[in-house]
């Protein structure tokens, strides 16, 4: 079974740090680009950023550059997520997905599937 | 960035109707949409990819259609275990993939 466990959620306070962690298990992990999604309390879903099978490309939405890295550790069939100087908007649950890519016709055609249950962080004082 | 706008934000629907949620993009994505349900306290879990492609093991009630900055999911006859949250998501602009505001689908 294709499982996707996300850990290190947490209370910290603003400007603080804090790194999440997700084991995935049940499919070949090195294969597959992964990315981090997050969810607000009561709000909608944001894209936070993505890797690349083997960590050479990594891409960020605007509001994290410069604050978050993602990384993963290909041996250990893991993805990170550091997050330093932290805000209060960045207090959401934090999902990690196997993002799916298939090229029909030449094009790349990509997927979020499946996600883990996520973890939520916390920034307050 | 590319910006998804899903209508209606909430819908009021009964067990058997059928219902349309609609999902506009900012310019066109070609068929890169995709939909995904969100139960309470649940993660997302994907419906459609590619604009019309129903994803193994999703009940076939389920359909997606569109292409270009368009695009509709439809539930032909609404079941208990429909009423959810439900995101579309672009995946053309692949450093940048946004999501629709959500339609919150509750229970007449």
């Known amino acids: 079974e294709v499982q996707l466990v996300e850990s290190g959620g947490g209370l910290v306070q603003p400007g603080g740090s804090l790194r999440l962690s997700c084991a995935a298990s049940?499919?070949?992990?090195?294969?597959?680009?992964m990315s981090w999604v997050r969810q607000a309390p009561g709000k909608g879903l944001e894209w936070v950023a993505n890797?690349?099978?083997?960590?050479?490309?990594?891409y960020y939405v605007d509001s994290v550059k410069g604050r978050f890295t993602i990384s993963r550790d290909n041996a250990k069939n893991s993805l990170y997520l550091q997050m330093n100087s932290l805000r209060a908007e960045d207090t959401a649950v934090y999902y990690c997905?196997?993002?799916?890519?298939?090229?029909?016709?030449?094009?790349?055609?990509?997927?979020?599937?499946?996600w883990g249950q996520g973890t939520l962080v916390t920034v307050s004082s | 960035d590319i910006q998804m706008t899903q209508s209606p934000s909430s819908l009021s629907a009964s067990v058997g109707d059928r219902v349309t949620i609609t999902c506009r993009a900012s310019?066109?994505?070609?068929?890169?949409l995709n939909w995904y349900q969100q139960k309470p306290g649940k993660a997302p879990k994907l419906l459609i990819y590619?604009?019309?492609s129903l994803q193994s093991g999703v009940p076939s009630r389920f359909s997606g259609s569109g292409s270009g900055t368009d695009f509709t999911l439809t539930i032909s006859s609404l079941q208990p275990e429909d009423f959810a949250t439900y995101y579309c998501?672009?995946?053309?602009?692949?450093?940048?993939?946004?999501f629709g505001q959500g339609t919150k689908l509750e229970i007449k």
């Open positions: 590619a604009a019309s």
């Open positions: 890797i690349k099978q083997d960590g050479s490309e990594k």
């Open positions: 310019q066109s994505i070609s068929s890169y």
């Open positions: 049940g499919f070949t992990f090195s294969s597959y680009w």
């Open positions: 998501q672009q995946s053309y602009s692949t450093s940048m993939y946004t």
């Open positions: 997905a196997r993002q799916l890519i298939i090229a029909v016709a030449g094009t790349p055609l990509n997927w979020f599937d499946p």
